[in-house]
């Protein structure tokens, strides 16, 4: 009798979990997945978690949308060069800004860090927040993706966000932890993932209260990567995440931090292993390098999500091809 | 009948804040909160606030609890450099600290807010987060204030207490954006507030990832005062605040910035006006100096309390006297 009560839970859950991750094929990803909503939420079993301490993070570039060829807020900032040049005549002869202009990407490249954090100050401030947002809105409902020919918008991967929406019908509260501009991101990530602003996290740039507005400085105030992403979920949550996501060497140390905490817990890394419908790309890839992680990954049985095998479809506008 | 309607809405939610600000008196202070909640939460009428955008935001020390003689955690500092001076046999010769050891409080305070951060820096730093706040819980339980004999917990006003959980009940986000450390409040408000360590934003040391802990290093990060209460709002949480309270000239910046929004706003100081139940203060006092906000406060029609006529008592202990 309680093998029968066992398995029609088992069987309950399941079906539960089938609604919402209808895009993810049967495999070892789903199950872990499920397994651990099942097994955390489970007030009676010793693996439960209260609602209060369900926190979980995810990276945004390369697990919640693309990063190829390049990050998305990068396009972003390549186009205002060029939006702004006219008003910057000093730019056609300095760099970065000149090579931007040439349209020399290798060359933009080149100048490392620096050089994109010099492009990134300069097009994102001088202007209240609300203002910046605006802009960024704009771009992301007209701008294109150079492969795909859809906005950037279009690339968010359609299994992540029923995970997302499975997640958060169990009562889990679903941080974003992401490299990305945390002001860039606000704009549009509420209305596309249906995440609050508050729930967003990401590197940000100086910005200081003027007359009741917060202006944007050309400053860089914290970059969110690597060691930093548990600093910032320190500071913005306050609390140990249980279940962490991520793609790349970025993501190691958040999802260590996680692993680190008492009681059931779950790292999923996502592996772009699908040239045709997305990119593969892990070791060697300038964007998004899972190197280190993978090893750590596999080493520690983290879930590792073969986007190949695992995803029915990658993006949402699959959906439609499929019917 | 429109009339009657309109009477028997008004009526009934003036029943229900009565419920929940049961130790305010009938005065100016609690029709404005009344007003405020009813119309913003009318979806009918035009100053309606959709339920993402009810961000609220309150100072802490004094205006959620006590801060005189001086802030709570200055007491938890001190505490901290007569426990820890058996390792550091220097500061016996080393200022400030040999003034604290001293107990020559005039002495310390002389030294100014650089003193206080070296105090603090000292004394808060060295050991992971939860190591940190589990210190601060076993002070927060054992430690008393000076004047009431009492654990600093107790020192928590009442009918503020009573207004978070009437903004609570009506979808307001409520929010502590505060001087006082980011961890220390987080050891213990979400008990004795019951607000999550998320909402919780206060000043801040510098933090590092160290092997799957937070470790506080002993160099500040983040002072959460004046004009960067609005830049911590814009980082922590990406909306302005409809409504925001305060009792200093440094949570000025703050009200400013919630009532330069759009919409119907709420404004509302704790004047520290009973010296017998608490204290009296304002334009003069080294600690939550009230000068500069209060004539912008009258001049504006902000609400302000006066805490000897608008509550009926100030402390919870109170309660009992009163039954």
Do not use: C
Request: hydrophobic letters at 35%; proline letters at 4%; zero cysteines.
């Amino acid at each position: 009798m309680l093998r029968f009560f066992i398995t029609m839970i088992i069987l309950l859950s399941i079906t539960e979990a089938r609604e919402y991750l209808v895009s993810w094929n049967s495999s070892k990803s789903k199950s872990n997945i499920v397994e651990f909503v099942t097994k955390t939420t489970d007030a009676k079993g010793s693996y439960f978690i209260p609602k209060a301490d369900r926190v979980v993070v995810f990276d945004n570039d390369g697990t919640l949308w693309s990063e190829k060829p390049m990050y998305f807020q990068l396009y972003f900032i390549l186009d205002r060069v060029k939006k702004l040049a006219n008003n910057h005549p000093e730019w056609k002869s300095k760099e970065p800004f000149k090579s931007v202009l040439d349209g020399n990407m290798t060359k933009v490249l080149s100048f490392g860090e620096k050089g994109l954090i010099e492009l990134s100050s300069a097009t994102q401030s001088g202007m209240s927040v609300p203002e910046y947002q605006e802009i960024v809105r704009k771009w992301i409902k007209e701008a294109k993706h150079p492969r795909f020919n859809r906005p950037y918008s279009e690339l968010i991967y359609q299994p992540m966000m029923e995970l997302i929406t499975y997640l958060e019908a169990n009562d889990f509260k679903v941080y974003i932890v992401s490299g990305g501009g945390i002001d860039f991101m606000r704009a549009f990530i509420p209305a596309l993932y249906d995440i609050p602003t508050e729930q967003i996290i990401g590197s940000s740039g100086v910005i200081k209260y003027v007359d009741g507005k917060i202006i944007k400085e050309p400053k860089i105030n914290f970059i969110d990567d690597k060691d930093t992403k548990p600093v910032a979920i320190n500071y913005h949550i306050g609390k140990r995440p249980v279940a962490s996501f991520g793609n790349s060497d970025g993501d190691l140390a958040m999802m260590k931090y996680s692993e680190a905490g008492r009681g059931e817990r779950l790292q999923l890394y996502v592996h772009h292993t699908d040239k045709k419908r997305e990119w593969s790309y892990d070791r060697d890839s300038h964007v998004g390098k899972l190197d280190k992680g993978l090893d750590y990954a596999k080493d520690k049985g983290w879930t590792i999500v073969d986007m190949q095998k695992d995803w029915r479809v990658v993006y949402p506008f699959e959906l439609d091809k499929n019917r």
